[in-house]
C-alpha cells in the first residue's frame, strides 16, 4: 500500500488558490515529501519536494506540518491547465516508491 | 534537453508474441523503474534498478522481465504477453537520492489482443 493518503477528488474555481492535502502519519525522519501531476495523457511531471521546511518554487508551493505527518500541496492561483491528478509520495532511496490514486483536481472556469 | 525516452508510443500485438519496450534517459541517472497505470489502481511500480546490472522486483513484477546493461538504457521485455498485460507503462529515472526528481517518460499504451 502507498504511504500516503490523499482525497480522490477536489475542486476548485480558475483564479483561486488551491489547498491539495496529504497524509503521511509513518514518515520516516529521513523520507523526502514529493508531489508529482499527470495531465490528461502524458506521464507523471514533478511538482515539487521538502524535507522539513516549506518550499516555494515557480509552480507551487509545500506546507509541511511541524510533525511531517502531513503536507499541504498549494497553487496559488489555479488555472485550467492545473486540471490534473496530483501524486503525493515518500522518497528516501528511491527503492519503494509507491504511488497512491492521488487527487483529481478539476478546474471550473 | 534533459528527458526519458520511451519507444513505442502505441503498441498493439497478440498473445504470446515476445516484445520488448525501450526506455532511455540522457542524465546520467543511477536509478530506472518501470511502472505500468490501470484505471481506478494508479502507478504501479513493475520493476526497478538503482544502477548497472541491479535490477529489483516492484510490487507487480510477474510477466515481465528487465535487463540494465547501460546506464542509459531500461528495457522492458515481454517474453509472453497476455491480455492482462494492456496498460499504460511509464519509465521514470532519478538520482539515486531522496531529494532527487523523478523524470517520467510520455508512455507506452500497450494492448495485447
Known amino acids: 500500500d502507498a504511504k500516503t493518503t490523499q482525497p480522490n477528488s477536489m475542486e476548485s474555481n480558475e483564479e483561486e488558490p488551491v489547498h491539495l492535502p496529504c497524509n503521511h502519519s509513518?514518515?520516516?525522519?529521513?523520507?523526502?515529501i514529493h508531489w508529482y501531476r499527470q495531465l490528461p495523457s502524458q506521464g507523471p511531471e514533478y511538482v515539487i519536494h521538502?524535507?522539513?521546511s516549506n518550499v516555494n518554487n515557480r509552480m507551487a508551493s509545500l506546507a509541511i506540518a511541524e510533525d511531517r505527518k502531513s503536507s499541504t500541496l498549494i497553487l496559488h492561483r489555479a488555472t485550467l491547465r492545473d486540471a490534473a491528478v496530483y501524486y503525493c509520495?515518500?522518497?528516501?532511496?528511491?527503492?519503494?516508491?509507491?504511488f497512491g490514486a492521488g487527487t483529481r483536481l478539476t478546474v471550473k472556469p | 534537453e534533459a528527458q526519458v525516452t520511451q519507444n513505442p508510443r502505441y503498441l498493439i500485438t497478440v498473445t504470446g508474441k515476445k516484445l520488448t519496450v525501450t526506455c532511455s534517459q540522457n542524465m546520467n541517472h543511477e536509478y530506472m523503474s518501470w511502472y505500468r497505470q490501470d484505471p481506478g489502481l494508479g502507478l504501479r511500480q513493475i520493476y526497478y534498478?538503482?544502477?548497472?546490472?541491479?535490477?529489483d522486483k516492484g510490487d507487480v513484477p510477474e510477466g515481465y522481465k528487465v535487463s540494465r546493461k547501460e546506464k542509459r538504457n531500461f528495457p522492458l521485455i515481454l517474453e509472453s504477453p497476455s491480455p492482462n498485460q494492456t496498460s499504460l507503462y511509464f519509465c521514470a529515472s532519478s538520482l539515486l537520492r531522496g531529494n532527487s526528481p523523478l523524470h517520467f517518460g510520455n508512455g507506452t499504451r500497450l494492448t495485447v489482443t
Open positions: 521538502g524535507l522539513t
Open positions: 509520495i515518500l522518497l528516501y532511496n528511491n527503492n519503494d516508491m509507491r
Open positions: 509513518t514518515i520516516s525522519g529521513t523520507d523526502y
Open positions: 534498478s538503482m544502477n548497472v546490472e541491479v535490477t
